[in-house]
């Protein structure tokens, strides 16, 4: 089944910084990649995702890119805010309907002032 | 948007009682749910999946009679924890997604300690 690793564990940035995690996974049949924010205690919410069919994607201060062919995609948050700190989890998922998405191990961002 | 709402957001039990979780689609037919379970400062580990109207699919390793699961209709879906022990605490999160439509929706999780 599909495997997917995450790095780096833990990332500490001062404000205003850009951080990057990174993630790869196993099954060239996955075409979704979504990222998640998870604050303590809350399920996760969805910040940005991206699809097979697409290289780079981009909302605001959050961009993911996406390079099927070495099957890996980051996360990159530039301008960060302390707001900012919390879990972020990569995942991945195949197209067949019912599919459940699996994630990464998760990394703990945080940005100090 | 789509929202999932999951009840309750914690709940304390004792060890050896029966503990269900609900949760509900609320402006969307959910035909796959997902439940997850995530443990202390670890990632979210997919226990089953079900779809409507069938039986679950359960994940190596996770039992299927401590852990029931019901689907019955295309906006609710609940796990139950059975004979709980404290072990089974944990976090525990659904995830719908509907047939022809992009995308997971996320509970809000709920907080299960058992006593």
């Known amino acids: 089944g599909e495997n997917v690793e995450q790095h780096p564990s833990t990332l500490s940035v001062q404000e205003g910084d850009s951080a990057v995690i990174k993630c790869t996974y196993s099954d060239s049949a996955s075409n979704y990649f979504p990222w998640y924010k998870q604050e303590l205690g809350k399920g996760p919410q969805l910040i940005i995702d991206?699809?097979?069919?697409?290289g780079e994607k981009k909302d605001q201060r959050i961009a993911v890119t996406l390079n099927k062919t070495a099957k890996h995609f980051s996360l990159h948050i530039t301008e960060t805010q302390p707001e900012d700190s919390a879990v972020y989890f990569c995942?991945?998922?195949?197209?067949?309907?019912?599919?459940?998405?699996?994630f990464g191990k998760g990394t703990t961002l945080s940005v100090s002032s | 948007g789509a929202v999932v709402s999951q009840h309750p957001s914690w709940v304390i039990c004792k060890s050896g009682t029966s503990v269900k979780i609900e949760c509900r689609s609320l402006d969307f037919q959910a035909t796959t749910m997902f439940w997850y379970r995530q443990f202390p400062k670890q990632s979210l580990m997919l226990m089953a999946t079900?779809?409507?109207?069938?039986?679950?699919?359960?994940e190596q390793g996770v039992e299927k009679d401590k852990f029931l699961i019901n689907h019955a209709s295309l906006t609710l879906s609940t796990l139950t924890v059975t004979s709980a022990h404290p072990e089974d605490s944990s976090f525990y999160i659904c995830?719908?997604?509907?047939?022809?439509?992009?995308?997971?929706?996320f509970g809000s999780g709920t907080r299960l300690t058992v006593v």
């Open positions: 079900s779809n409507e109207g069938s039986k679950a699919t359960y």
């Open positions: 995942a991945a998922s195949k197209p067949q309907a019912g599919t459940a998405l699996i």
């Open positions: 991206i699809r097979s069919n697409v």
């Open positions: 995830s719908a997604s509907a047939t022809g439509t992009a995308g997971y929706t």
